[in-house]
């Protein structure tokens, strides 16, 4: 299965989505990454894109996002449903800077300590902020996954992980996300 794993990185290598919260490789700044992930929760790229867009310009940083009223990012988050989600990345850039001087932990323990990050939130976190190799499981990869093992019966995430952990690079792990669930 590590060929597939090859092949579908030079595949994205030619062919991936340019989005403005991705970067090839280890991203620069985890912030982007961790607001957009946030954002398409429940949602879909089409939709994020421009939101992702406003929102870097009014809270271009993780202290701007903590130093904001509340009313404001909820202002900025209008439109993309599921308040609470605003609510706690507020919260959460607010223990970044205060607890972690500012600076997202790159383990994904002390990133599930933060609020309004789960189990999935952490593991793109760590995969694409950082580029550890982190298994990154949403519906598309369940798809990919199911279809390449031939499972014709509905899946859910905890049958497709450990399918899917064998495929995820150990070296190019942010680009690998991207690549499965482009």
């Not at 954002?39 to 406003?54: E, G, K, N, P, S």
């Not at 929102?55 to 209008?78: C, G, N």
């Amino acid at each position: 299965m590590q060929d597939l794993t090859t092949l579908l990185l030079a595949w994205y290598d030619k062919h991936g989505r340019q989005m403005p919260w991705r970067f090839r490789g280890k991203a620069p700044d985890p912030y982007p990454v961790w607001v957009s992930e946030i954002m398409l929760q429940q949602t879909t790229v089409a939709t994020v894109y421009d939101y992702f867009l406003r929102w870097m310009e009014k809270f271009p940083t993780l202290k701007s996002l903590a130093d904001a009223p509340l009313d404001d990012v909820l202002h900025a988050w209008q439109g993309l449903g599921y308040y609470t989600r605003a609510k706690k990345m507020h919260e959460c850039a607010k223990v970044l800077i205060e607890k972690y001087n500012g600076q997202f932990p790159c383990v994904r323990e002390e990133l599930l300590k933060l609020p309004g990050i789960g189990p999935y939130t952490a593991s793109s976190i760590c995969a694409f902020a950082f580029n550890l190799p982190e298994t990154v499981v949403d519906g598309n990869v369940i798809r990919v996954i199911a279809r390449l093992y031939g499972l014709m019966q509905e899946v859910d995430k905890d049958t497709i992980y450990p399918m899917a952990c064998q495929l995820t690079s150990k070296t190019h792990s942010a680009d690998y996300a991207s690549a499965i669930m482009d």
